[in-house]
């Protein structure tokens, strides 16, 4: 299950996309986001609870924001990075 | 001109229904979907639909919650205390007195449209009061990816209540109004609808007609939920739940955006399942699957 998290406005697309399949739980992510923006969440999944890395609530509206620092564009951010399982990917594009 | 003729035109209609010739006995469960607009419950006996409710979501989630439930038992005989698991969903969903479990209603709703139209179903758009999600799902209905919609609540369900509150058009025929045009107007350029409705007025202001300005902001809801689409990807059969189900002004300006057929909503009315209550039907379904999970140890 790929969650979507972002939005697209006037100025371009800015989304972090979370496999919620692959993912394990394992909490790089959340430890390497210099901005504290990631956690873990339970997600259903087969019936299942499994914690799964999240952009926190207050961050998703605000991606563009929260995310540039870490230059998204060049696929070397942190959290990316940081995934042994290509759980975590970045999909920004600036018009 | 009294008070309520004035500002009525935004309320829908809320209801209930009961199938009292479908058996009573098995394994009773319901699903309560607490919407930011509207809430919905459904009671399912084996994974059959047997009653639900849908009313507006007053100012008190948990209040709200035991209402549309209550009403949703009307009627059938049976108590809260028959149902044998309830799963909670939509905005509220942590505010649900009496459910067993809370599940966010992307997996509700996903649950519910391949209860509704089958396992054709592959890209569901729920429009909802407060925000746009579009999911794609397998043929059991598991969801396989899922967006949900920017920053406010632009083009969703609120924003038309709002806008048939300024252009005094009641709210179920807003669909059929915003078709009344020779031409497709240019969309609005704003989709947040404070903007779009100062936008609005202004085209009023030049002389445009209702149906036109309706069919301009219409047009610009129906772009957006297609850019979501997209950004999921768009499999067929694509179908819509939750209250813009219901505006054909929307769904027939998506099909035309993106060249696809919407699986028709089934005949609601009649006797068909209500697409507005997707959330509510999947909660049910899925809490029939954990019931029995738990029961299998």
């Known amino acids: ?95 | 001109m009294s008070q309520k003729e004035t500002t009525g035109f935004w309320r829908w209609e809320e209801y209930h229904r009961v199938f009292p010739e479908r058996k009573k006995k098995g394994l009773i469960t319901a699903g309560v979907d607490v919407g930011s607009v509207g809430s919905k419950a459904a009671i399912m006996i084996d994974g059959e639909a047997y009653s639900w409710a849908v009313k507006r979501t007053g100012s008190n989630s948990p209040d709200s919650a035991i209402k549309v439930l209550g009403w949703a038992l009307e009627g059938t005989g049976l108590s809260v205390a028959d149902l044998k698991y309830t799963v909670g969903t939509g905005y509220g969903r942590v505010n649900v007195p009496m459910a067993n479990k809370a599940i966010t209603e992307i997996a509700c709703h996903a649950k519910g449209a391949n209860f509704i139209w089958g396992p054709t179903v592959r890209t569901v758009l729920d429009v909802g009061g407060q925000d746009i999600k579009a999911i794609r799902i397998d043929e059991t209905g598991r969801v396989t990816s899922f967006l949900m919609n920017d920053k406010c609540a632009a083009g969703t369900g609120r924003g038309m209540e709002v806008f048939a509150d300024l252009l005094q058009i009641p709210i179920e025929q807003i669909g059929e109004v915003s078709l009344k045009v020779d031409k497709e107007p240019e969309p609005v350029s704003c989709t947040c609808v404070a903007f779009a409705k100062t936008e609005a007025m202004g085209l009023l202001r030049n002389g445009w007609s209702k149906e036109k300005v309706l069919a301009a902001y219409t047009r610009a809801m129906a772009l957006r939920m297609a850019n979501l689409i997209n950004r999921v990807g768009l499999e067929k059969e694509l179908v819509i739940t939750g209250g813009q189900c219901k505006n054909v002004g929307i769904v027939s300006r998506i099909e035309t955006i993106m060249n696809v057929k919407c699986l028709p909503s089934p005949n609601w009315k009649e006797n068909g399942l209500d697409p507005m209550v997707a959330g509510a039907f999947g909660a049910a379904l899925l809490a029939r699957a954990l019931y029995l999970k738990a029961q299998a140890g």
């Not at chain 1, 999240?54 to 998204?72: Q, S």
């Open chain 1, 1 to 95: 299950m790929k969650i979507h998290y972002g939005y697209s406005d006037g100025s371009g697309e800015y989304y972090l996309v979370i496999d919620a399949a692959t993912c394990n739980g394992c909490g790089q992510c959340v430890i390497q986001c210099p901005r504290k923006a990631l956690e873990l969440q339970t997600v259903l999944m087969d019936l299942e609870d499994k914690p799964v890395a999240a952009v926190k609530e207050e961050h998703r509206k605000k991606i563009k924001y929260t995310c540039g620092a870490c230059k998204p564009e060049e696929q070397k951010a942190p959290c990316v990075a940081a995934c042994k399982n290509n759980a975590v990917r970045i999909a920004w594009k600036a018009r």
